[in-house]
């Protein structure tokens, strides 16, 4: 596949439909090396990921029950959570630890830095043949969940679902916004505040 259908033809799937085999060791490694490839000023490296497969799936179903249990669901609704957990064959944790004193590259820098690792991470699991989701959920706030995945000061970003897709990603509609997404920039009239 070229590089430009390859773009145009990722979509998300979701956990539902993650199904047996997961990426293994070298294909998420390579999922790395395509994030590090992201533009990331300073080199800065904002973000890592955090890979639970295997048995660690359990401890980590766990911890969702938890989160849910103080999110005040019922036993239903934790149990739901738990078994969302354990869905997909991998679970990479993207976790963002911006350097909020750097001299020269601000904080929202480093933010675009981090989605764009993100992006690249997804656009790699797509052209190794791999289905992946990014979720979040107010459960990333969760005390429990930030101190299983994140050194004091880092912010957990959420879940990057991952495994064999067991249906196609649904095709995208046109997004309302994109009409305005691309323009010519016009210069300012010259007595516009912006030209003076
Ligand atoms: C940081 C981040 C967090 C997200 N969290 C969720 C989420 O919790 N639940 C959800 O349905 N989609 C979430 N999304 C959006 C999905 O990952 C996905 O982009 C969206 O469903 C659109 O699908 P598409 O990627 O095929 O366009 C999140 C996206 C990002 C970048």
């Not at 994030?35 to 080199?43: C, K, R, Y």
Request: net charge neutral; with cysteine; hydrophobic share 45%.
């Amino acid at each position: 596949m070229d590089a430009m259908t390859l773009l145009l033809s990722r979509a998300s799937v979701g956990p539902k439909h993650l199904v047996e085999p997961g990426p293994d060791e070298s294909q998420l490694r390579q999922m790395l090396e395509a994030a590090l490839h992201a533009p990331d000023h300073g080199e800065l490296v904002p973000y890592r990921f955090k890979v639970v497969s295997g048995e660690s799936r359990r401890a980590m179903s766990r911890l969702f029950g938890e989160a849910a249990r103080r999110a005040g669901k019922d036993a239903a609704g934790v149990a739901l959570d738990e078994e969302r957990a354990l869905l997909p064959p991998v679970t990479v944790a993207v976790v963002a630890r911006l350097d909020l004193g750097h001299p020269q590259v601000p904080a929202h820098e480093q933010w675009v830095a981090v989605g764009g690792a993100l992006t690249n991470f997804l656009n790699a699991a797509h052209a190794l043949g791999f289905g992946g989701k990014m979720l979040s959920g107010a459960k990333v706030r969760d005390p429990g969940l930030v101190a299983a995945f994140c050194e004091p000061g880092e912010t957990l970003v959420g879940w990057i679902a991952l495994g064999t897709p067991a249906r196609a990603g649904k095709p995208r509609p046109a997004r309302s916004g994109a009409a305005l997404a691309l323009t010519a920039w016009q210069p300012p009239e010259a007595d516009s505040p912006a030209a003076r």
